[in-house]
Antibody
Framework: EVQLVESGGGLVQPGGSLRLSCAAS????????MHWVRQAPGKGLVWVSR????????EYADSVKGRFTISRDNAKNTLYLQMNDLRAEDTAVYLC?????????WGQGTMVTVSA | DIVMTQSPLSLPVTPGEPASISCRSS???????????IDWYLQKPGQSPQVLIS???NRASGVPDRFSGSGSGTDFTLKISRVEAEDVGVYYC?????????FGPGTKVDIK
């Protein structure tokens, strides 16, 4: 069964950092682009970042550029999102996704709350 | 950024009846390769999104054939030929033509 399981969310103060993880199973992780998408409480979906299958290429939404870093460890079948200088507006459920489009598979998400 | 709009934002439906959701983009989503870089997702209550349609009209694996996607340029439509109770949730269109990928605001479908 194809599965993505996120972890690492929690409550953090403004200016703080968190590292999210997304453990993949049931498919050849190293074959796919991977994405992070977030959803603020009661709001819609917002694309955050993506990384190429071999980790050689990364892209970010302007709202997180310079603060967030996407990475992956294909040996561990795991996707990461390092989030620094967190702001209140970063509060959201963060979902990892395999290859948005035809082959898309989404995790259940991990909640990040940025509050003093 | 490409702005995606959807209408209606709320759609009460009757089981067995057809339903249609419109999605418009601020610029053409047709690539020079001829493909239309728009996907449709459904987020059922309490669940993560699931892909329904990719590249404008390709049903994803396991998606019932009552779902269909059409359109070109900047105007796209998701149609459900006969709504079933399990189809309730929020439907999102998303453009994958250029970074940043952007989603529409979502259309909430519920049963009348």
């Amino acid at each position: 069964e194809v599965q993505l399981v996120e972890s690492g969310g929690g409550l953090v103060q403004p200016g703080g950092s968190l590292r999210l993880s997304c453990a993949a199973s049931g498919f050849i992780f190293s074959d796919y682009w991977m994405h992070w998408v977030r959803q603020a409480p009661g709001k819609g979906l917002v694309w955050v970042s993506r990384i190429k299958s071999d980790g050689s290429y990364r892209e970010y939404a302007d709202s997180v550029k310079g603060r967030f870093t996407i990475s992956r460890d294909n040996a561990k079948n795991t996707l990461y999102l390092q989030m620094n200088d967190l702001r209140a507006e970063d509060t959201a459920v963060y979902l990892c996704a395999r290859a948005l489009g035809y082959d898309a598979v989404w995790g259940q998400g991990t909640m990040v709350t940025v509050s003093a | 950024d490409i702005v995606m709009t959807q209408s209606p934002l709320s759609l009460p439906v009757t089981p067995g009846e057809p339903a249609s959701i419109s999605c418009r983009s601020s610029q053409s989503l047709v690539h020079s390769n001829g493909r239309k870089y728009i996907d449709w997702y459904l987020q059922k209550p309490g669940q993560s999104p699931q892909v329904l349609i990719s590249l404008g009209s390709n049903r994803a694996s396991g998606v019932p054939d009552r779902f269909s996607g059409s359109g070109s340029g900047t105007d796209f439509t998701l149609k459900i030929s006969r709504v079933e109770a399990e189809d309730v949730g929020v439907y999102y269109c998303m453009q994958a033509l250029q970074i940043p990928f952007t989603f529409g605001p979502g259309t909430k479908v519920d049963i009348k």
